[in-house]
């Protein structure tokens, strides 16, 4: 085979699919290192060389980023024919638990903002040496029997 010199008719450029994409270049490789995308052939002179199915799998990668899905889950997608070939039944149990861990991270979010709403609207501005912001990045107050430092009671 020789070398590519018209990329439209043997494939994409790494260049071209990642504008087609959206996905930069680095992540790119970074998906082909790590495995999440496979490899795609390349030309007498190693350089890759991009046809439908990689571009396909490139934009569910970055959809399935864009919803929060971590590389693990998106990869467990893939594993299981994503795009296109996938069990609905076997995707809807990783979309249900990514779900569940959103519905968590909301929940601690509104408790979040009702600590810091609070803070802040018992906080008077004056120079006082005790101010209920500084307070509660100082000593975080027990909520419903944890810490409420940080989301999930992660200190």
């Known amino acids: 085979m020789g070398d590519v010199t ?14 087609m994409t959206g996905v930069n270049i680095e992540t ?11 490899a795609p052939r390349r030309t007498e002179r ?3 060389v991009y046809g439908p199915a990689e571009r396909s799998v490139l934009a569910f990668i ?16 893939l594993s299981l024919g994503a795009p296109g070939n996938a069990s609905c ?3 809807k149990e990783i979309a249900s638990l990514h779900l569940a861990d959103i519905r968590s991270k909301l929940a601690d979010l509104a408790r979040l903002e009702r600590l810091l709403a609070d803070a802040v609207s018992r906080c008077t501005g004056d120079e006082a040496p005790l101010c209920p912001v500084v307070d509660i990045l100082v000593e975080p107050p027990e909520v419903e ?3 409420q430092g940080l989301p ?3 200190e």
């Open 62 to 77: 970055r959809r399935g980023r864009e919803l929060g899905f971590s590389l693990d889950e998106v990869r467990a997608l």
């Open 28 to 38: 790119i490789r970074y998906y082909e290192r790590v495995g999440v995308l496979p």
């Open 46 to 48: 190693g350089r890759r």
């Open 145 to 147: 029997g944890r810490r």
């Open 152 to 154: 999930g009671g992660r």
């Open 6 to 19: 018209n990329s439209r008719a043997a494939g994409l450029s790494i260049g071209e699919v990642s504008r």
């Open 89 to 91: 039944a076997e995707v």
